[in-house]
T-cell receptor, first 113, second 115 residues
Framework: TQLLEQSPQFLSIQEGENLTVYCNSSSVFSSLQWYRQEPGEGPVLLVTVVTGGEVKKLKRLTFQFGDARKDSSLHITAAQPGDTGLYLCAPRKGVDSNYQLIWGAGTKLIIKP | EAQVTQNPRYLITVTGKKLTVTCSQNMNHEYMSWYRQDPGLGLRQIYYSMNVEVTDKGDVPEGYKVSRKEKRNFPLILESPSPNQTSLYFC??????????????FGQGTRLTVV
């Protein structure tokens, strides 16, 4: 059974603060995606990381893939109310042309004005 | 506009009354899938389809059926809904399913309540 843990499950902070959320597993992944889901909507892709240690930036969001490709983090600098949403970690496991997508339960983030 | 369209967005039904949730994508994607999302459990895959006439079970297929007669449509059928199928359902599509950098595009969701 695949164990994928996202932490924290819930985070509520003031606008302007920094935060980091985590996605952890004991398994090695081929790649990992982060999606954001806003209330009443489906998830939308933010980033894909493929290489161990890879860091990608999307404006105020910084994504890192662990060196061993077992974990990932998402850091938000100076959070804004528009960052509110459910952040889902979705790694892929497998080889060749058969990469299976696995979903975490998500971190629910609320940014208060 | 590239999109995945689900209907209906909201549905309340009674136990045992057959229902269908439709899903259509306009991106010519080969891969389509259905998920249910429940609090604390994340997205769980119900069924997926690699292409027309090719479907397979996901992690939680019991009580559901699907069909893929055309590339753009992938309906989800509940032959005899039960209260434990009350959930938020998402249809997703991607250019090809099992590549490691494939982006999944999601519909807006269908909130189903079975009483």
């Amino acid at each position: 059974t695949q164990l994928l843990e996202q932490s924290p499950q819930f985070l509520s902070i003031q606008e302007g603060e920094n935060l980091t959320v985590y996605c952890n597993s004991s398994s090695v992944f081929s790649s990992l995606q982060w999606y954001r889901q806003e209330p009443g909507e489906g998830p939308v892709l933010l980033v894909t990381v493929v290489t161990g240690g890879e860091v990608k930036k999307l404006k105020r969001l910084t994504f890192q893939f662990g060196d061993a490709r077992k974990d990932s983090s998402l850091h938000i600098t100076a959070a804004q109310p528009g960052d509110t949403g459910l952040y889902l970690c979705a790694p892929r496991k497998g080889v060749d042309s058969n990469y299976q997508l696995i979903w975490g339960a998500g971190t629910k983030l609320i940014i208060k004005p | 506009e590239a999109q995945v369209t689900q209907n209906p967005r909201y549905l309340i039904t009674v136990t045992g009354k057959k229902l269908t949730v439709t899903c259509s994508q306009n991106m010519n994607h080969e891969y389509m899938s259905w998920y249910r999302q429940d609090p604390g459990l994340g997205l769980r895959q119900i069924y997926y389809s690699m292409n027309v006439e090719v479907t397979d079970k996901g992690d939680v297929p019991e009580g559901y059926k699907v069909s893929r007669k055309e590339k753009r449509n992938f309906p989800l059928i509940l032959e005899s809904p039960s209260p434990n199928q009350t959930s938020l359902y998402f249809c997703a599509s991607s250019l090809s399913g099992p590549r490691r950098d494939t982006e999944a595009f999601f519909g807006q969701g269908t909130r189903l309540t079975v009483v």
